[in-house]
């Protein structure tokens, strides 16, 4: 344990990650609504040593009722539009939508209309877009910690 | 020094490199390996019996005709009647079986009794093999779902892919003192991905566990009738992120058959490493994984930043993080100078030390050990059974590894790491991923001092209506099956490992107590959306 706790002190160290100067707090709930995974995989890789997702104030959250952000990845498949607006309603208000990847922004994605609910855009309102196939940890983060900074609609929606 | 092979129950992986005249020039020798059977409904079920019996690995059964919304898609349109086909792999040979089912009102009607959901008009029969092969349950729920194909013999039979609102047409009845259902998902509580579970428990222990996924269905296979073959590698691109490599090559392995073409050595050689730079990303991931299972954070970080650095490395190399658009067909886009694989040598030097320590402080930590042992046994029948593949079928004793019989890739003749003691648990499969993290290290370090550049493939054959291509992923054999007549694809299907193992952590949950679901499940480390297409 010991070992592994050295390695990581030098990881860190290593990897120079820049804490904000202003933090501010937001709880972000994710939704795979139709995504390949690689979203996913970086969504879950700003929580790691070289980019520390938390020390900018984001957390990701386990249940939508503690968000303040909808963060949804994935071409919107017709089986998860229900529990996606579930979730939704399950938030507390004021509330923001990010789209991330390209898929959830309605860019190039492919699949069959008979299964897919249409973009997006249509079933709720984007407050944050974040393109990329898949976006990098580092623009995730840098998206969200904008739309934190400009305090977003989460005081004014 | 066999670093990462400290967890006893391992032996050292035994990697043979590639015989020096293999590194002259020519790729494993060309030779065709699809034969596609015709015969009759009524010899179906003899035909696989007998492919069962004489060694065949089914590797996934698959309907081609019009879907349930006939004639929406013009190629389907001058289909009459729906063919089943079924692949079995032997070695690097494969044959497939295939059938034409009977149109549902000319089969007398034998199944007094048995209601068969979502019969219509417009069904087609064909005589079930689940009881001879039950790892082709999941193939025949699907081709009912997706094209009312009816199989007298699956009863009952459930929706996999239609998802009804009614409970019990797709649960396992389960009644008793003190039985209750735990619902979770599709959303759930971390990063990952939509997927429905329905535990039935007594109290804390999981009596049955019921599946429910196929929410990321995107229709990605029926999206690919009547397109061209580039369009149909953009589709598969996307099916899947953490296989995105795999999932293409094995695609484009079958493009490359119906068009009759056979890679030369520099084309098989970078294949081979993007393929193995994709398993050691995800296996690092998947140990990392098996960590937070159990809430082992400085194992589950020391992972995280591991992956992550393959991952940089990765992108630096090919370009993208997850080597998306480096597999095309017929043709190479992967090579890097001189200068950036000696870079990569030595990263990936530093991953391998960095890794084995971490594994190290992993295996010799008695809490660790404690709760991977004897937690979610696969033991070695039901894997037989289910048709496991990959780490988690190595892990329950079934030595199935289909690198070793890849002509198309450059494996040489490795010879995979095999456990000694293949448990089943959740101990053996981190052992096994730890492994062969050790030979997926060795085998890049030889494969990146080659010469990887003017890569091609060049004709052999004159081409064949289907194409099957077998790649192993980091989760086992993915097969993926493709026909076309050399321009448009006229079916596509892509059977990953991920869709054959699924029910095998469905068996290896029940009987474990519901807090240790995150860890079983963990410890297969399945993906939704390469079995949801
Ligand atoms: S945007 Fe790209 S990486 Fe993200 S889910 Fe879609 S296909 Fe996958």
Redesign the interface.
């Known amino acids: 344990?010991f070992?592994?706790?050295r390695?990581?002190h030098s990881?860190r160290k290593s990897a120079r990650v820049t804490r904000p100067a202003r933090r501010l707090s937001l709880a972000v709930r994710?939704?795979?609504?139709?995504?390949?995974?690689?979203?996913?995989?970086?969504?879950?890789?700003t929580?790691?040593?070289?980019y520390d997702l938390s020390c900018h104030g984001i957390t990701?959250t386990?249940?939508p009722r503690h968000a303040d952000v909808l963060l949804i990845t994935?071409?919107i498949?017709r089986?998860?539009v229900t529990?996606l607006l579930s979730?939704y309603r399950a938030m507390p208000e004021p509330r923001l939508v990010a789209a991330l990847g390209n898929?959830a922004m309605g860019l190039g994605v492919?699949?069959?209309?008979?299964?897919?609910a249409g973009p997006l855009e249509q079933l709720l309102p984007v407050d944050i877009r974040i393109p990329g196939?898949?976006p990098?940890p580092d623009q995730i983060i840098q998206a969200l910690v904008s739309s934190n900074l400009a305090g977003q609609a989460i005081t004014s929606a | 020094m066999g670093l990462m092979t400290s967890r006893p129950r391992v032996t050292p992986p035994n990697m043979v490199p590639r015989t020096p005249a293999s590194e002259a020039g020519t790729a494993s020798s060309p030779r065709p390996s699809t034969t596609l059977v015709q015969i009759t409904a009524s010899s179906w079920r003899e035909a696989h019996a007998a492919a069962i019996h004489s060694g065949g690995r089914f590797a996934g059964l698959y309907a081609v005709g019009p879907d349930d919304t006939t004639g929406n898609n013009p190629a389907n349109r001058d289909r009459t009647g729906t063919t089943i086909r079924s692949v079995f792999a032997f070695g690097d040979q494969v044959k497939v079986l295939s059938a034409r089912a009977v149109p549902t009102q000319a089969v007398e009607m034998r199944r007094a009794g048995t209601s068969v959901a979502g019969t219509s008009g417009i069904g087609r029969t064909l005589p079930s093999i689940v009881d001879i092969l039950p790892a082709a349950a999941w193939d025949e729920r699907e081709a009912h779902d997706l094209y009312e194909v009816d199989f007298p013999g699956h009863v009952p039979m459930r929706p996999l892919i239609s998802h009804s609102d009614d409970l019990g047409s797709w649960t396992v009845p389960v009644v008793g003192a003190g039985t209750h259902q735990v619902a979770v998902g599709p959303i759930h509580a971390g990063v990952i991905e939509s997927g429905h579970f329905r535990f039935h428990v007594v109290g804390e222990r999981v009596l049955h566990l019921d599946l429910r996924l196929f929410y990321n269905h995107r229709g990605l296979e029926r999206a690919a009738v009547g397109a061209p073959l580039d369009t149909g590698l953009a589709i598969i691109q996307r099916a899947c992120g953490a296989c995105a490599v795999s999932n293409t090559l094995a695609f484009t392995q079958a493009c490359e058959e119906v068009l009759g073409l056979w890679p030369d050595a520099a084309l098989s050689t970078q294949r081979t490493i993007l393929v193995e730079l994709e398993r050691l990303y995800n296996h690092l991931n998947d140990i990392g994984a098996m960590c937070a299972g159990i809430g082992f954070a400085p194992g589950t970080m020391a992972f995280a930043a591991l992956k992550e650095r393959a991952q940089r490395l990765i992108g630096r190399l090919a370009g993208h993080r997850f080597m998306f658009g480096t597999v095309h067909i017929a043709k190479g886009a992967f090579s890097p100078t001189r200068g950036e694989t000696r870079e990569a040598r030595l990263e990936l030097l530093s991953i391998k030390e960095q890794s084995a320590r971490s594994w190290r402080e992993v295996l010799f930590n008695t809490s660790v050990q404690n709760r991977v042992t004897a937690v979610g046994i696969l033991d070695h029948a039901s894997a037989e059974r289910f048709g496991a593949v990959g780490p988690a079928a190595r892990a329950s004793g079934i030595p199935l590894d289909t690198r070793s019989h890849s002509p198309r890739l450059d494996y040489g003749e490795l010879q995979p790491p095999s456990p000694v003691d293949p448990t089943g648990d959740v101990a053996a499969r981190m052992a096994v991923r730890a492994a062969e993290l050790e030979t997926t290290l060795a085998l890049l370090d030889a494969l990146l001092a080659r010469d990887l550049h003017d890569a091609a493939a060049g004709a052999i054959t004159e081409g064949s209506p289907i194409g099957v291509g077998v790649v192993e992923s980091p989760r086992g054999a993915t097969t993926c099956i493709v026909e076309s007549d050399g321009t448009t694809i006229q079916r596509l299907h892509l059977r990953t490992a991920s869709y054959a193992n699924w029910p095998a952590v469905a068996h290896a949950t029940a009987g474990n107590l519901l807090p240790d679901f995150p860890l079983v499940n963990k410890s297969f480390e399945l993906c939704y959306a390469c079995s949801d297409r």
């Open positions: 344990m070992v592994l706790l390695q990581l990881t994710h939704v795979d609504a139709g995504s390949c995974n690689a979203c996913e995989h970086e969504l879950g890789a929580a790691n040593l070289f990701i386990a249940s994935g071409a498949t089986r998860m529990p979730a898929c492919l699949g069959d209309d008979r299964d897919l196939c898949p990098t």
